[in-house]
T-cell receptor, first 114, second 111 residues
Framework: DSGVTQTPKHLITATGQRVTLRCSPRSGDLSVYWYQQSLDQGLQFLIQYYNGEERAKGNILERFSAQQFPDLHSELNLSSLELGDSALYFC?????????????FGEGSRLTVL | QQPVQSPQAVILREGEDAVINCSSSKALYSVHWYRQKHGEAPVFLMILLKGGEQKGHDKISASFNEKKQQSSLYLTASQLSYSGTYFCGTELPGTASKLTFGTGTRLQVTL
């Protein structure tokens, strides 16, 4: 158990819909990272938040947005969903804002868009 | 710029050695290695910073050749528990926390 909690674990929805994925980082970690993992694909970096502020941005679509709240939990919002958005979405956390240490990954939220 | 991993997949017998390579077309600041077992979250193995250092983690070690922008992960005397997909993640200088992962190397260790 990494200490990172993601909900929901599984989500099935239809094209055009909007969903919210939630992540609670490890106690004391200030950074939250979001990654997308499609079938047979690597981990695609989406976005990082550090202590409430956006720190780094990757290949995140305009239909996607994220935020980190004062209690440090984070939410990833996916809207106007398409079939290709079906994937496993991982959240990871770390104590600091840079990559000098390990990332602790949650178990992921599996999104299926029908 | 996604790093390229090779091989894509490898099957080993228990006790055999393996090497997984990770190459980048750009100069690297650091290389990170993770292992992901089927249906589970990726788990951190080690980080290598530029300078050609080599690190070890039990019977798993890695090297980083910054001149070649390449890192190699060495698995010695493989165990069944080593099975999984290995990902390298690369960080470029000045990219502020962007860790770009390769597509992974699937390793299966058999009896």
């Amino acid at each position: 158990d990494s200490g990172v909690t993601q909900t929901p674990k599984h989500l099935i929805t239809a094209t055009g819909q909007r969903v919210t994925l939630r992540c609670s980082p490890r106690s004391g970690d200030l950074s939250v990272y979001w990654y997308q993992q499609s079938l047979d694909q690597g981990l695609q970096f989406l976005i990082q938040y550090y202590n409430g502020e956006e720190r780094a941005k990757g290949n995140i679509l305009e239909r996607f947005s994220a935020q980190q709240f004062p209690d440090l939990h984070s939410e990833l919002n996916l809207s106007s969903l398409e079939l290709g958005d079906s994937a496993l979405y991982f959240c990871a956390s770390s104590p600091g804002g840079d990559l000098t240490g390990e990332l602790f990954f949650g178990e992921g939220s599996r999104l299926t868009v029908l | 710029q996604q790093p390229v991993q090779s091989p894509q997949a490898v099957i080993l017998r228990e006790g055999e050695d393996a090497v997984i390579n990770c190459s980048s077309s750009k100069a690297l600041y650091s290389v990170h290695w993770y292992r992901q077992k089927h249906g589970e979250a990726p788990v951190f193995l080690m980080i290598l910073l530029k300078g050609g250092e080599q690190k070890g983690h039990d019977k798993i070690s890695a090297s980083f050749n910054e001149k070649k922008q390449q890192s190699s992960l060495y698995l010695t005397a493989s165990q069944l528990s080593y099975s999984g997909t290995y990902f390298c993640g690369t960080e470029l200088p000045g990219t502020a926390s962007k860790l770009t992962f390769g597509t992974g190397t699937r390793l299966q260790v058999t009896l």
